[in-house]
């Protein structure tokens, strides 16, 4: 990148081999030129041996999400009596393996399956063929009460947040929704005090609630 404003954006994303102590933010390096930002960047990265340590330590670390072979086909129905005649295939044969700490960029053009792969890794829609991992245990069959307790670990956070929540629900009524779904508090009122405790974690007046 050429432009202040992307190397600003790009030296914002998190790197394995930097001593950071909090995620940047765009700000951070705003208004710096090229040569600063490279200079900022480098004075943060740790030891060459610690960095290789680490790397070393990711790569063997036990995996803690697998796909293997992962299709999604819908049919293509035609006639009167609606028979299949082909199959879209959203999805082919995708394997991938994401270890404790790893971030993975799915990539591809739009309609390519990016979202359906996504869906699918979270037990949010059903898959044609292939097998699921999560921390070792497979997961593709999962369903009732079992499927409900892995929707406490996996979930998909949206990039929009206007069309994420619910605009005709009180913000304490968002946050004390997956503490009801998911039983995290025996009674109401432990759910009303933990609501309170999650708003002050994160800086929202009670008026706000």
């Known amino acids: 990148p050429k432009l202040p404003y992307t190397q600003s954006l790009l030296a914002c994303r998190p790197r394995p081999e930097l001593d950071q102590k909090y995620l940047p933010e765009f ?12 200079a900022e960047i480098k004075a943060g990265l740790r030891p060459a041996g610690e960095r290789s340590r680490r790397r070393k330590q990711l790569e063997t670390s036990p995996p803690l999400v697998e796909a293997h072979g992962i299709s999604v086909w819908y049919p293509i129905k035609k006639g009167l009596f609606r028979k299949t005649v082909d199959h879209h295939k959203a999805v082919q044969e995708v394997s991938l393996t994401i270890r404790e700490g790893e971030t993975i960029g ?4 739009s309609g390519s399956g990016k979202t359906t792969l996504s869906r699918v890794l979270a037990r949010l829609q059903d898959h ?12 593709s069959l999962l369903s009732g009460r079992r499927l409900r307790d892995l929707r ?4 998909i956070i949206f990039q929009d947040a206007t069309s994420a929540l619910n605009p005709q629900m009180t913000v304490a009524n968002i946050i004390n929704e997956p503490l009801q779904v998911h039983q995290l508090q025996k009674t109401a009122v432990e759910r009303r005090y933990r609501v309170e405790e999650l708003a002050r974690q994160v800086g929202l007046e009670h008026k706000l609630l």
């Open 27 to 38: 700000k951070d390096f705003a208004n710096k030129d090229r040569v600063d930002i490279k």
């Open 106 to 109: 799915i990539v591809g053009a």
């Open 128 to 139: 044609t063929s292939g097998e699921i991992y999560y921390k070792g245990e497979e997961i």
């Open 152 to 155: 406490k670990e996996i979930q």
